[in-house]
């Protein structure tokens, strides 16, 4: 009895979808980390290059944050020249990851107050002041880590 029971129970286990390893994502900013968590949950690894306790606009990038772009499958931005320094890391990286620009495509406000920084425009980059705005800036990662990882797509549009 013992004898078929070990057969099944392996066949069983084999039959059992591989767990694979979380895809390593870099996000620029501790907000933007956030979400990218909040969409790929347990699916991503996501590394923040700029801190919560830190300013991204005054940002200074190091040797190791090329490093960690270099390893990266996906990397997240923010866009609209909040991250005035990425165009700069992405190339000297020498990063194939997937690039994904959270705020493609979304409508554009003007910049209510300078508050003392420039973002290459008149653009307010700032998105998720308005929680209106999040539901595409989620979409916008949702798909680019689908592209990144299809085998998970579906896992990354319900996040969003």
Do not use: C
């Amino acid at each position: 009895m013992l004898t078929r029971l070990i057969p099944a129970a392996l066949a069983a286990i084999l039959a059992l979808p591989a767990t694979a390893e979380p895809i390593p994502v870099v996000a620029t900013f501790s907000i933007l980390g956030h979400v990218v968590e909040a969409v790929g949950g347990d699916k991503v690894r996501v590394q923040t290059l700029v801190g919560p306790d830190r300013d991204a606009h005054v940002y200074q990038p190091t040797p190791q944050d090329s490093r960690v772009l270099a390893e990266a499958k996906v990397v997240v931005t923010n866009g609209l020249g909040f991250e005035g320094w990425i165009e700069r890391l992405i190339k000297a990286s020498g990063t194939r990851a997937r690039i994904v620009v959270a705020t493609q495509g979304l409508r554009t406000r003007k910049l209510a107050d300078a508050h003392g920084h420039a973002h290459g425009g008149s653009v307010d980059p700032h998105v998720w002041h308005d929680p209106r705005r999040m539901a595409p800036y989620a979409r916008n990662i949702a798909e680019g880590l689908a592209a990144a990882d299809p085998a998970n797509a579906e896992v990354y549009r319900i996040g969003a």
